[in-house]
């Protein structure tokens, strides 16, 4: 799984591409019809949810937590009591997969809804605005877009150590909204010289409620989609700094962390150390990419997927 890209959300059509005089609740309807033609996304959408649940309710069907010990049944196997087996210090792997999938989720999400929301108000604005506005704003897209985010990702962690887990947040998004934001930028170029727009502005509506009530919706397909992207790329990248020990620390867990742990047994008797977490972060971003072909081509008629339904 990697970063959303250019070519993502460019091929993607802005709602007011649905049929003309269709109304809001039209255009979502029709977007929903396309999108459950697609069987491939409509089990990415099933499967998220069940993962959503299965890590939110997951603990109920365990009385172990992810810091408890069991030094009896230490290295066993998948049991009645520990369904995912235990590692060689005793910790239920059940409890610290599950609650490692609700860490991986919330950042998930969070990084998506921060980075994606960063670039359509910056694109937006650097294009609408023009001047100094769209100097800075470029200024700063190139600027981040030639920083290699990991290696930046990596050097910052250190100062970070200790801190709540969430400030993992900030720190991914700050380099995950620049290519989404130069797309958005170049169509609001042309959006804003639309009739609709034009008038609005001739009759003195203020710039920013332009933007939010008449720009932004006929951009938002092109967030959706890259919002659905990022919360993959954001598992993606925190399990990768877990993996590496620059994410999530201990006492804390995320399926990255968890996986490192158990990386070392994959090809041992105690494979389920690494099986089940690694498979959960699979399907995740399985689900995922589902839903994001699935949205692009619903809301792009022109897409290749949505003209072969």
Known sequence: MTAPTAADVEN?????????????SGRAALVWRRF??????????????????????????????????????????????????????????????????????IIGLLVALLSTGSAGLLG?????????????????????????????????????????????????????????????????LTIREREFVRAARYMGVPAWTIIRRHIIPNLSSILIVDFTLN???????????????????SPNVSLGTVINDGAQFASTDQWYLFVFPASVLVLIILCVNFIGDGLRDALDPNSTGASAR
């Open 12 to 24: 993607v059509q802005p709602l007011a591409a649905a049929p003309e005089g269709a109304g809001g």
């Open 36 to 105: 459950r033609r697609n069987k491939l996304a409509m089990v990415g959408l099933v499967g998220l949810v069940l993962l959503f649940v299965f890590a939110f309710a997951g603990p109920l069907l365990t009385h172990w937590s992810p810091s408890d010990i069991d030094l009896i049944n230490t290295q066993s196997g998948p049991t009645g009591d520990h369904l995912f087996g235990t590692d060689d210090v005793g910790h239920d792997m059940f409890a610290q997969t599950v609650n490692g999938m609700q860490k991986s989720l």
């Open 124 to 188: 937006t604005a650097a294009a609408y605005f023009g001047g100094w506005w769209e100097k800075v704003i470029v200024w700063l897209t190139d600027l981040f877009l030639v920083v290699p985010s990991l290696l930046m990702l990596i050097i910052l962690s250190p100062y970070f150590q200790g801190a709540n887990w969430l400030v993992l947040v900030p720190m991914i998004a700050l380099f995950s909204w620049m290519i989404t934001s130069r797309v958005v930028r170049g169509m609001t």
């Open 231 to 249: 919360v993959g790329a954001a598992i993606v990248t925190e399990s990768f700094l877990s993996f590496l020990g620059f994410g999530i620390r």
